[in-house]
């Protein structure tokens, strides 16, 4: 097997940058669903899935959030490998049974992150470095979850069979960074002091952290050739 094909859940909104980091990020064959419009896949014929980033939180009362975590957690139920990511790490909580709540403030800039030893984390730096921008956060883990990563505003990253959250944003490039930072409706003096961090140091520290990615693919790879071998000796 040589690409994985994964489920691409876009819960940006139509963001313009999702989408096209996740692509270069994810070696992968991409089927593309946006679920705020109610776009889910037909089912779970799929080595893996990949929940994006939103703007939305995941306990309003949306149908296309119900939806969407109705999905996730069956694929997680039949075993499909999941990576969530910063409001896709929060809904795979809630989807197996974790709790979200929001901050009382907005944590954003790169960051430093302490984290555990992991198959995901394997040659990523620790701690590491990846741009967060997050006004809700995992409080409850799932249920026989283990924590994988954190810092002084909480959970980072956390592990459930195989399934992975991680609260950051590994796939932003250094424009996704300045742009998203640019739209908050924060002071100005705190925009700018985000803004002058996104320098070389930060981003080629938060460059080495996109690892995580090819870690997940890859493991995404075995599972599906390890369930290929066992179809063919049963």
Excluded at 41 to 61: E, K, L, N
Excluded at 125 to 137: I, K, M, Q
Excluded at 180 to 198: F, H, M, N, S, Y
Aim: with cysteine.
């Amino acid at each position: 097997m040589s690409r994985p094909r994964l489920a691409l859940l876009d819960a940006s909104h139509g963001a313009d940058h999702t989408r096209r980091n996740f692509r270069r990020e994810l070696d992968a064959d991409l089927a593309e669903f946006d679920v705020t419009a109610g776009d889910l896949p037909p089912g779970f014929a799929y080595d893996g899935a990949v929940v994006t980033g939103s703007r939305a939180s995941v306990y309003w009362d949306e149908p296309w959030i119900d939806d969407l975590l109705d999905w996730i957690g069956e694929a997680a139920d039949r075993g499909l490998p999941i990576l969530g990511v910063c409001y896709g790490h929060q809904a795979l909580a809630t989807a197996l049974g974790g709790r979200v709540e929001a901050m009382d403030d907005i944590e954003i800039g790169y960051r430093e992150i302490d984290r555990a030893d992991d198959p995901l984390f394997a040659g990523v730096d620790a701690p590491l470095v990846a741009f967060e921008t997050h006004s809700d956060r995992v409080v409850d883990l799932p249920p026989g979850a283990t924590l994988l990563a954190e810092n002084e505003r909480g959970v980072q990253a956390f592990r459930r069979g195989d399934c992975w959250g991680v609260q950051f944003h590994p796939e932003y490039d250094r424009d996704s960074a300045e742009r998203v930072t640019r739209r908050k409706d924060l002071p100005e003096e705190r925009i700018a002091a985000v803004v002058d961090g996104i320098d070389d140091d930060n981003y080629a520290a938060a460059c080495r952290t996109k690892t995580l990615f090819d870690n997940f693919t890859e493991y995404v790879r075995r599972v599906a050739e390890d369930e290929g071998v066992a179809a063919s000796d049963a």
